[in-house]
């Protein structure tokens, strides 16, 4: 059973750095892509980054250049490292399993606010 622990979110003002990081325990990820999404009050849950099993990744339009996401298989971790934040970036973020997702975590509330 895989358990997600996602990690770092807070409340930050516009322009500023956070860096999430999620643990999976009870699986080794390595092999899989991993994707961090983000959920923000009355919207569905949309995917911001992916990384495949060899460090190829993808970004959503509205964080490129922003964010980086990266992984380090040997501490089963999958971060996201987040710049120049804005309050659209507001929501509560998770990782998981790209296209067939474990069960979900709690999620990082992420806040971006003045």
């Known amino acids: 059973q895989v358990q997600l622990v996602e990690s770092g979110g807070g409340l930050v003002q516009p322009g500023g750095s956070l860096r999430l990081s999620c643990f999976a325990s009870?699986?080794?990820?390595?092999?899989?892509?991993m994707e961090w999404y983000r959920q923000a009050p009355g919207k569905q849950r949309e995917s911001v980054a992916t990384?495949?099993?060899?460090?190829?990744?993808y970004y959503d339009d509205s964080v490129k250049g922003r964010f980086t996401i990266s992984r380090d298989d040997a501490e089963n971790t999958v971060n996201l490292q987040m710049n120049n934040l804005k309050p659209e970036d507001t929501a509560v973020y998770y990782c998981n399993r790209f296209l067939r997702p474990w069960d979900w975590g709690r999620g990082t509330q992420v806040s971006v606010s003045s």
């Open positions: 990384i495949g099993p060899r460090g190829t990744t």
């Open positions: 009870g699986r080794v990820f390595s092999g899989y892509s």
